[in-house]
């Protein structure tokens, strides 16, 4: 059988595992907005709950604006609907669930950093559109933020919309703690970034499919690692406190 022949069952079978991939992406998303309900109503420390939550989300793939920007919905709407468990106190609630939802973003932030700090001093393993992409990813983070909360404030429920639409607007007009981040990291990264250029990235062009794999596999184990890290101190502060 020819090659030209055999495409269609390729084609079919590609189609069939992307559509997998959805369903398995829509249940994690949806697991997600689940888990940060259930923090908003029995958790603590809501902000570091919902801290872990994030990290853990986008630790799972890569960081591009489909991931981000559906982790950041799961988290803005999960913390809306548990809301109410607060009472009196529940627009508090909700301002902590967003701050640690900005927390998390930061650590991703963080990780991917150190990722592209690496493919610095690996320059031959990478190529230019596998640390451009990464980059891209880095800048849109704030971005991607506020965008979301601004759309979730203009159709959330009536009890969020309005502290929604103040953490948006304050986000808009006064920056956040994700662009206070970005102003420090990119101080220093362009110019590790244009140094390793000189040494010479990796010349040509990756597939769609491969493209930015290497760099999104280091960012997650970094925020993984990030991750972990955190956990432990936090366990070893709430024993301290006990």
């Known amino acids: 059988m020819s090659q030209d022949a055999q495409q269609p069952e ?3 079978e590609e189609t069939q595992t992307s559509a997998e991939q959805a369903e398995v992406k829509q249940a994690e998303i949806e697991k997600l907005q689940a ?3 259930e923090a908003m109503e029995t958790a603590e420390d809501v902000r570091e709950e919902v801290r872990r939550l994030t990290m853990e989300a986008l630790a799972e793939g890569k ?8 982790v950041i919905q799961a988290v803005i709407e999960g913390a809306s609907s548990g809301m109410e468990a607060h009472g009196p106190k529940a627009k508090a609630a909700l301002e902590e669930a967003v701050k ?11 990780a991917t950093k150190l990722a592209l700090e690496e ?7 990478f190529t230019e559109q596998e640390v451009k992409q990464a980059v891209d990813q880095l800048i849109n983070l704030e971005r991607h933020f506020v965008d979301v909360l601004t759309e979730l ?10 502290t929604l639409e103040d953490l948006a607007r304050h986000a808009r007009n006064s920056g956040t703690a994700i662009g206070e981040y970005m102003a420090e990291v990119m101080e220093s990264l362009p110019k590790k970034l244009q140094e390793a250029g000189e040494w010479g990235f990796k010349a040509g062009v990756a597939t769609a499919r491969n493209t930015g794999a290497q760099l999104a596999a280091i960012t997650s184990g970094f925020l ?10 936090a366990k070893k502060l709430k024993q301290d406190k006990s």
């Open 63 to 70: 960081l591009d604006a489909s991931q981000v920007r559906s």
């Open 10 to 12: 390729n084609t079919s």
């Open 100 to 110: 640690g939802l900005e927390d998390g973003l930061i650590k991703a932030a963080e």
């Open 119 to 125: 493919a610095t001093s690996r320059a031959q393993d």
């Open 35 to 37: 888990s940060v309900k």
């Open 224 to 233: 993984a690692g990030l991750a972990d890290v955190l956990d432990r101190q």
């Open 153 to 162: 404030a203009q159709k959330g429920s009536e009890q969020a919309r309005e």
